[in-house]
Nanobody, 124 residues
Framework: QVQLVESGGGLVQAGGSLRLSCAASGRTFSTYVMAWFRQAPGKEREFVGAISWSGANTNYADSVKGRFTISRDNAKNTVYLQMNKLKLADTAVYYC?????????????????WGQGTMVTVSS
């Protein structure tokens, strides 16, 4: 069982930066693929980025490539999402998720555990 708690969301102007954190409980955190998803009002939840258990491999949605960076600290049981050059279209609730047996290319259906989400609002 893994429990995930996101933090770091808030209001930021377009072009600005935010760093989200996701703290995980459980001794086996380092064995999970971790990912960030987001859901804007009226839209489906979409993939943002994922990182392998070791941190060696990452995968990003095209919409965030070059602007967002996902990282993890297994000693702290924490995964991060550094978001730079934020756009209005990045406004959404951001969710942290964990997958036990997947890869950084896994579909959303393979993510077993989810956080409660943190809101990111980008203003003009």
């Amino acid at each position: 069982q893994v429990q995930l708690v996101e933090s770091g969301g808030g209001l930021v102007q377009a072009g600005g930066s935010l760093r989200l954190s996701c703290a995980a409980s459980g001794r086996t955190f380092s064995t999970y693929v971790m990912a960030w998803f987001r859901q804007a009002p009226g839209k489906e939840r979409e993939f943002v980025g994922a990182i392998s258990w070791s941190g060696a491999n990452t995968n990003y949605a095209d919409s965030v490539k070059g602007r967002f960076t996902i990282s993890r600290d297994n000693a702290k049981n924490t995964v991060y999402l550094q978001m730079n050059k934020l756009k209005l279209a990045d406004t959404a609730v951001y969710y942290c998720a964990a997958s036990r047996g997947g890869s950084v290319y896994s579909p959303i259906s393979l993510y077993n555990y989810w956080g409660q989400g943190t809101m990111v609002t980008v203003s003009s």
